[in-house]
């Protein structure tokens, strides 16, 4: 272990949640030391390059046109070293199987404790990967689950359940409205479901997300 205390850039889209990560690490000065923070990820993109951290520890969600799943791809591509941590609200195990996609060394909750929280950072630089303890359970479980092919169509590709069945209607050829109307769910909450799963898709518009899934045999 380095006796220097870790450098950390810490990236969240709320103010208030940057001040309690600092206020809490701020307890553990001899071992971890907060030398940059970023509200959205392309801040954050230039505050790792110029600061190279030996740890970032970003949100899953930040608002702008970059998640921290994205920023996490981006990161490892320009350094396959980098290690990023992401920090989530969110106990749900397929945002752990993207972040784990995207490259990232660890996921955990907010819910973490200030003594965990470093004890993982710490991990992580040290070369680990880390879980959070509450999900490491049921992760394993959904993952040899996934690997059964028990799980909805497109789950391998880390579509949760819902955006699952909007993608089956994309396929079907189906407007936003009338998804909405199928699902009894607002049309902003399905088009919230649509970027999701271009992005997870990796395509820029319907007909890529509907060629996707036909190549991947999700829907046919």
Known sequence: MNSQPLRVVVVDDHAMVLEGLKAVLGRFRGRVRIVGQALDATEAQALVTTLDPDVVVADVRLRGSMSGLDLCRRLIEADPGRKVVLLSAYDDEQYLFQAMRAGAAGYLLKSVSGEELVRQLELVADGGKVVDPTMAGRAVASAARLQAGEFWPGAHLSLTQRESEVLGY????????AIAARLVLGEET?????????????VNDRAGAVATALREGIFR
């Open 170 to 177: 994309l396929v079907a050829g189906l407007s936003n409205r």
């Open 190 to 202: 399905i088009k919230s479901h649509v970027r999701a799963i271009f992005r997870k898709l990796e």
